[in-house]
């Protein structure tokens, strides 16, 4: 058998213990290394939780791997060909930069940085890097929007006349979602999935026209924004909703509806994660998708690209760095209450 990945992962976060339990289902990796500035993180007295059932089960007790109180000692560990990063979005620029400069493999939690300059600062270090380095934009892999992105791009029910995506949750708490410098609030942390998805589907809109109010974080923490593509006869009218502001106990969800000339398509998740499709004549059909969650699908990938010896696709990498402007836009476009062009 050949020689197994070996992964370091840095935050042990609802992100970092998530990606833990997907390392530990996949065969060619094993990790090796585990990095927390928070100590009972690292020995396991405490946990994170997920926001979506089945994420962050696991947990590091009776783990045997190096473990750090500095992500940066695990970034050293010459044994480490993977270095995981889901420390908190302000910390991503600081840790990939270093991790690509000692030739390290990069998975890096999404949003790729906390502001566009660093996101493309981070995408010249990975032009004159020969190392793999991944943006983890999970909904690129998640099921349900990869059916609706075929559907789209095969005009499997006809023309797509309209989209629009909603993420809900109530607000998560803790010291990195309650101040925005650090995760840029709804708008970067939350609505970054829907905004980077409109983007990865359609390309980059011209323009948006988002409002929105504060919230907890001290940003933006709950916004509605409109998609505008030029070409509007080539392009479906688009608009998504995030939020982190409704009140305890309401929870998390996310959801689509898209209209297409001949079929509508409605996906909400819940228990049995159905996708739903309505045609005028027939009755409503439940879809069946292939079953999991993006995240285990995302890091899958990048294992077997890194596997295939093939490098990532840089353009995949800077349409996540492009949606940063984007939402750069969004957030320009509630203060003024204007239309704002894209300069990506
Ligand atoms: N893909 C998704 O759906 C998704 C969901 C949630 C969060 N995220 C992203 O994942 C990242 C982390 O989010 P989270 O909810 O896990 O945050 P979190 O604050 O719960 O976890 C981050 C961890 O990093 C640790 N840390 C901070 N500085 C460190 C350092 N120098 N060295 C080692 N450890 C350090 C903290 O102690 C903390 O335990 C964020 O960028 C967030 O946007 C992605």
């Known amino acids: 058998m050949s020689k197994k990945l070996k992964v370091g992962i840095i935050g042990l976060g609802s992100m970092g213990s998530t990606h833990l339990d997907i390392y530990s289902k996949i065969e060619d990796v094993e990790v ?37 109180l500095d992500g940066m000692d695990l970034i050293n560990n010459s044994d480490i060909d993977i270095v995981d990063i889901c420390v908190g979005t302000n910390l991503h620029y600081i840790f990939v930069e270093a991790a690509l400069a000692k030739n390290k493999h990069v998975l ?10 660093e996101a493309k600062k981070i995408i010249q270090f990975a032009e004159g890097s020969s190392c793999n380095i991944m943006s983890a934009m999970c909904l690129r892999y998640w099921p349900a ?30 010291a990195f979602y309650s101040d925005d410098n650090q995760c840029g609030g709804a708008l970067l942390d939350l609505h970054v999935h829907d905004t980077d998805f409109v983007n990865y589907c ?28 030029n070409k509007t006869n080539a ?9 982190w502001t409704m009140q305890e106990g309401y929870g998390f969800n996310m959801s689509y509806t898209a209209n297409f000339e001949n079929g509508t398509l409605s996906y909400l998740l819940d228990e049995e994660e159905t996708l739903k499709l309505f045609r005028n004549g027939h009755e409503p059909e439940s879809i069946k998708l292939k079953e999991g969650m993006g995240y285990e699908f995302e890091i899958r990938a990048f294992v077997d690209e890194i596997l295939s010896g093939n ?34």
């Open 145 to 174: 929007w990869v059916f609706l992105k075929e559907a789209i791009e095969n005009s499997t029910y006809g023309k797509c006349l309209s989209l629009n995506f909603r993420r809900q949750t109530s607000f998560p708490g803790g």
């Open 108 to 117: 890096v939690e999404k949003p790729l940085a906390r502001t566009y300059e």
């Open 235 to 243: 392009s479906p009218l688009v608009s998504s909703e995030g939020t």
């Open 202 to 229: 359609l390309g980059l809109p011209d323009a948006v026209f988002s409002q929105g109010y504060k919230g907890p974080s001290g940003g933006i923490d709950h916004v509605a924004t409109n998609y505008i593509f």
């Open 32 to 68: 090796i290394a585990i990095a927390d500035s928070i100590q009972s993180r690292l020995d396991g007295s405490s946990k994170a939780e997920g926001n979506i059932s089945g994420q962050a089960e696991g947990g590091v007790s009776g783990l045997s791997v190096k473990k750090y």
């Open 311 to 344: 490098k990532s696709n840089l353009d995949l990498l800077s349409q996540a760095a492009k949606t940063i402007a984007i939402i750069e836009a969004e957030k320009i476009s509630i203060e003024t209450c204007s239309v704002v062009s894209i300069k990506a």
